[in-house]
């Protein structure tokens, strides 16, 4: 069973910076896509940015510029920085894999990281 474990998240002031991890149980190689979503109290969870195992990356325009998500398949672990934060980034951040095989797609969420910006 496949495990990932978010971390780095916390209380930051408007534009300050935050790192988050998402390190999983097993080889990330293993995975097509590894991605972040988020989501705001009151508000659906939305995709933040994704990178795909050639090392392709995605952004939602809202964090264009601000935020760099990586790769290290070494570490198995896959990063957003989080630079120039607002307070509209308030939300619980998760990590997701996804896996392609059989026809099909297979998802896997880590648990969550609160982030929260204050004004």
């Known amino acids: 069973q496949v495990q990932l474990v978010e971390s780095g998240g916390g209380l930051v002031q408007a534009g300050g910076s935050l790192r988050l991890s998402c390190a999983a149980s097993?080889?990330?190689?293993?995975?097509?896509?590894m991605g972040w979503y988020r989501q705001a109290p009151g508000k659906q969870r939305e995709l933040v940015a994704f990178?795909?195992?050639?090392?392709?990356?995605n952004y939602t325009d809202s964090v264009k510029g601000r935020f760099t998500i990586s790769r290290d398949n070494a570490k198995n672990t896959v990063y957003l920085q989080m630079n120039s934060l607002k307070p509209e980034d308030t939300a619980v951040y998760s990590c997701?894999?996804?896996?392609?095989?059989?026809?099909?797609?297979?998802?896997?969420w880590g648990q969550g990281t609160q982030v929260t910006v204050s004004s």
């Open positions: 997701n894999a996804k896996r392609g095989g059989g026809g099909r797609w297979y998802d896997y």
């Open positions: 097993g080889s990330i190689s293993n995975f097509n896509v």
């Open positions: 990178i795909t195992s050639g090392g392709n990356t």
